[in-house]
């Protein structure tokens, strides 16, 4: 008998559409707006099934939220790689832990016309006053916040280039600037990163900097003046990824090799010039999310849910994962990073003794600036083999944790809401879509921030896969 919560890594093939959802306890009347979800919901074509959760095909989930009702719909992103594989009923594409079986003619065409993924699964965002579901190369889909429809991919202008970016930009409301960065794979590469203004599709180049072995970043920190990369020691040569991803089918992330002995390098980048200001050295780990980031005198304080090495990708493979066996998940430290601009030691500390990722935070006014609250999903310790099972709160400056947990149910990444008039950092509500493995039924669950308490419940008739990251659409403005 497999793992009780494998349900969540299991195809769905329903896509529905509920004016209604049955309400248990109350959903405040003030929370107006609409959730939007991304992540993965089908794991296999024909006879062949994906490697790891990373992989899936991209559903859309959408809960829109007025006057203490909640009403629910869900729909596949139509991507081309969505609609090719669904065509040949196989993977056609490559994704980032699994490759199609190709020919070796296949192979060798692949390396003079790579077919990159538009598999958008990993999260959305609103760039250039369009609503876009994001992946890790360059080709987000524009869709239609008020159906889910997939409407057509979001082309940049400029001449900023580069085959992988990251699905988590960062958004200055003072500046009204989106900033990313991407990695330009070459005999010397270079991270590029870049920003949109206002509306603006157009990619303004800030800052390249070179890598000769390029790492794989998952996501980066920004304050007010500065970007920061984390260069994990994930790294790659260029010339094996593509010797390794076109003609030896081994997948993208395979390529990547854990090199501990270089250590992990800060670079501090600043958003205003491009300078790089300082480079600083830290002991090896990895990490998929920053949490937050804010300048603190002449240092940087920088807040990451961190792992130890990078394994916690091999333990993200399905056979893993829906397998019969317990296999303890690696334990992600909430680790306060000190980085002082004038180049000296770095140093961290740990804020809570529970693990979390997913990482969320009252974005819209405390994004690079100093905070005093996270929130993310976390396990119970005393579940070794589970999955993440819990949400917890964590208070940043008192270094104490609140955890919300509910018998056989696992939730997703916690969004925060601010309440109207707030008077609080946390005063707002939590919004997560926990899965209820032993009812085989979902449900959106709204907390009460402040008290990390249950409020209610709206119950969706059906069981949703394990999704990444959404937004709460509030006067149809993602950036909150």
């Known amino acids: 008998m497999g793992k009780e919560y494998s349900i969540g890594f299991q195809t769905l093939n329903d896509e529905l559409s509920l004016e209604s959802l049955p309400i248990e306890g109350n959903i405040p009347d003030w929370l107006s707006g609409t959730l939007i979800r991304n992540g993965p919901a089908k794991f296999e074509f024909g006879d062949r099934r994906y490697n790891t959760w990373l992989d899936g095909m991209a559903m859309l989930n959408r809960f829109s939220i007025h006057d203490g009702k909640v009403s629910f719909s869900n729909k596949y992103l139509d991507s081309k790689t969505f609609k090719k594989n669904r065509k040949t009923d196989s993977i056609s594409v490559a994704e980032f832990a699994t490759d199609p ?33 994001m992946t890790e190369t360059s080709v987000p889909i524009e869709f239609d916040p008020e159906t889910i ?19 988590h930009p960062q958004y200055d409301f003072d500046r009204d600037e989106t900033y990313n960065y991407t990695t330009d794979m070459s005999v010397i590469s270079h991270y590029k990163v870049f920003k949109l203004s206002g509306n603006s599709n157009k990619r303004e180049l800030i800052a390249s900097v070179p890598a000769l072995k390029p790492s794989y970043m998952h996501s980066f920190a920004m304050t007010e003046n500065y970007i920061v ?66 300048e603190r005198g002449e240092e940087i304080v920088l807040d990451i849910a961190a792992f130890d ?28 990073y000190t980085l002082p601009l004038d180049g ?4 961290f500390e740990v804020l809570s003794d529970e693990a979390i990722e997913l990482p969320r935070i009252n974005y819209r006014h405390f994004n690079g600036k100093p ?6 999903i976390s396990f119970i310790k005393d579940s070794p083999g589970d999955w993440y099972n819990q949400l917890v709160k964590v208070n940043v400056e008192e ?30 509500v939590i919004l997560s879509v926990v899965l209820d493995a032993k009812k085989r039924s979902s449900y959106l669950l709204v907390l009460d921030a402040k008290t990390f308490t249950e409020m209610g419940r709206a119950i969706v008739p059906l069981a949703m896969p394990f999704g990444f990251h959404g937004q709460f659409l509030s006067l149809l403005d993602s950036n909150n």
């Open 101 to 133: 079986c190709r020919t070796i003619f296949q192979r060798v065409y692949s390396v003079f016309f790579p077919d990159f993924t538009d598999n958008a699964s990993v999260n959305i965002a609103k760039i250039a006053n369009k609503f876009v579901a």
């Open 149 to 167: 429809e997939s409407l057509s991919h979001l082309n940049f202008s400029g001449s900023v280039k580069g085959e992988l970016t990251t699905a």
């Open 229 to 294: 990369l984390a260069e994990f020691p994930l790294k790659v040569c260029p010339s094996q990824l593509l010797l390794g991803f076109s003609l030896l089918d081994r997948p993208f992330i395979d390529n990547f090799k854990w090199l501990p002995e270089g250590g992990t390098q800060f670079q501090v980048i600043d958003k205003r010039d491009g300078n790089v200001v300082a480079k600083l050295k830290a002991p090896p780990f990895y990490a998929f999310h920053h949490i937050n980031a804010f």
């Open 309 to 336: 090495d990078a394994s916690v990708i091999s333990e993200l493979y399905l056979d893993r994962l829906c397998g019969d066996q317990p296999d303890a998940l690696s334990f992600s430290q909430f680790r306060r």
């Open 344 to 347: 000296s030691e770095t140093s």
């Open 371 to 376: 905070y005093s609250f996270a929130y993310g």
């Open 399 to 428: 270094k104490v944790s609140s955890v919300w947990n509910a018998e056989n149910c696992y939730p997703g990444e916690p969004v925060f809401v601010p309440a109207p008039e707030a008077s609080s950092e946390d005063d707002g």
